[in-house]
């Protein structure tokens, strides 16, 4: 039986755990991505954190972060090393506008003891969950390691520029004219598909199923039919050195994780800004400030240890910083499958992850692949129709 052929564009956690999950069912899959490595967007986040979202009503987003938390942690555990790539350490949620209820039967989300309070500098009445089911995770790590399994194929320097129709007996251009190609060349199908072009109009790549998981840069290539939008974010990173850090991370109003090795020592990481509608992706002091303010919110004993780093203090080593753009849907949740199955049959995204593609990526893939390798879906029909992206395009 000839493989099935898929192209996906982006090779971010997005566009990875596409291709993995394709090709853990047998597909052959191409990753192409503008940049000359993979995780050259959001994904190139240092270190960032998966964890659930609880709700009392216990709110699809809920279910589907719980979900996703899974799936991220069968990835992690089969494919990278605990404690120097991720680490399930658990998450204390602190709630700095208050406490978040839990839905009766939560098992893996609980209130924080006082000595999970203590250990993060809080007062022992102050709002806090531990979320058990989360952890941290170094996205490039996981990225590289997704995109390593056998049946895909990575190509870096094919920044693609449109994704267009063809028929049967189709044809390529290949600049000096109109030719066909077989054998090593693209293969030539007898059914419709997709061909992958560069700014030159040149073939990138063909497919009867195309995959866009290009971040923010998703809307162009999918002819506007998602109302994608870029949202910039800038974490603040440093040296432990001395000072006295929670053992593990802490969300809620941004969020802190500390004692991960990242180039060559023990470093602490604080984020993160949100910024709509910026693509820009250089560091800014004004964001710096902005993460101590909200860390100052969230761990009042933690700002007052990296104060002197922020402050550029003499004997302090300096705040380092890295901004990169997220892409969000107005209902913050991801677009997975076909994106308008009349007009556009086998293109499909799995992109608008926002602020959760750890959390949620890698479910998105698996359910993008059971779908096109006709498996049932993995998640409640509720939970799966969260997630269509063509909710949109209806
Ligand atoms: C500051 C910050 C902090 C964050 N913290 C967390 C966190 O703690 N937990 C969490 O879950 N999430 C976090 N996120 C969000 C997370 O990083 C994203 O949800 C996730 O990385 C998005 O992955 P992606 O694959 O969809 O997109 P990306 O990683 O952006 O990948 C898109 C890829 O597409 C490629 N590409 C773009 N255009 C083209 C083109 N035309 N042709 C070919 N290739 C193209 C790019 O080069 C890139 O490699 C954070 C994000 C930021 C910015």
Not at 49 to 61: C, G, K, R, Y
Not at 167 to 190: I, P, S, T
Not at 281 to 291: I, K
Request: hydrophobic share 45%; with cysteine; proline share 7%.
């Amino acid at each position: 039986m000839t493989a099935r052929r898929c192209a996906v564009i982006g090779g971010g956690i997005a566009g990875a755990s596409v291709a993995a999950s394709l090709a853990r069912r047998g597909w052959q899959v191409q990753v192409l991505d503008a940049a000359a490595q993979p995780a050259a967007g959001a994904s190139g986040l240092p270190v960032g954190l998966f964890a659930p979202h609880v709700s009392p009503d216990d709110a699809i987003l809920s279910r589907l972060t719980r979900a996703g938390v899974q799936a991220t942690l069968q990835q992690a555990r089969a494919l990278l090393v605990q404690g120097q790539d991720w680490n399930a350490s658990g998450v204390l949620e602190h709630g700095v506008k208050g406490a978040r209820r839990l839905p009766a039967h939560d098992t893996s989300s609980r209130p924080a003891t006082p000595a999970e309070r203590a250990a993060a500098g809080l007062a022992a009445d102050a709002p806090a969950l531990w979320h058990a089911q989360a952890g941290w995770l170094k996205p490039a790590r996981l990225v590289r390691a997704l995109l390593t399994q056998p049946g895909i194929e990575w190509r870096g320097h094919c920044a693609v520029a449109a994704v267009v129709r063809h028929g049967a007996g189709w044809q390529l251009q290949d600049g000096a004219g109109w030719q066909l190609q077989d054998g090593a060349g693209w293969q030539l199908q007898d059914g419709a598909g997709w061909l992958v072009q560069d700014a030159a109009g040149q073939c990138l790549a063909e497919a009867p199923l195309v995959v866009v998981a290009a971040g923010p840069h998703s809307a162009a290539l999918l002819g506007a039919r998602l109302p994608l939008q870029p949202l910039r974010g800038q974490i603040a990173w440093g040296r432990c050195g001395d000072a006295r850090l929670p053992p593990f991370p802490v969300n809620g109003h941004g969020s802190l994780v500390a004692g991960i090795a990242h180039e060559g020592a023990a470093a602490w990481f604080v984020g993160s800004t949100f910024e709509r509608a910026s693509t820009d992706t250089q560091v800014r002091p004004d964001d710096h400030a902005a993460n101590l303010a909200r860390l100052q919110l969230l761990l009042p004993a933690a700002a007052r240890e990296l104060a002197p780093q922020f402050s550029g203090a003499a004997g302090s080593p300096a705040v380092r910083g890295w901004a990169g753009v997220r892409a969000t849907l107005p209902d913050r949740l991801p677009a997975v499958g076909p994106v308008d199955e009349a007009a556009a049959p086998g293109l499909w995204a799995s992109t608008g992850m926002g602020s959760r593609g750890l959390t949620l990526a890698v479910l998105c893939g698996e359910l993008l692949a059971a779908r096109a390798s006709g498996e049932p879906a993995p998640l409640a029909p509720q939970l799966a129709a969260a997630l269509a992206a063509q909710r949109y395009t209806r």
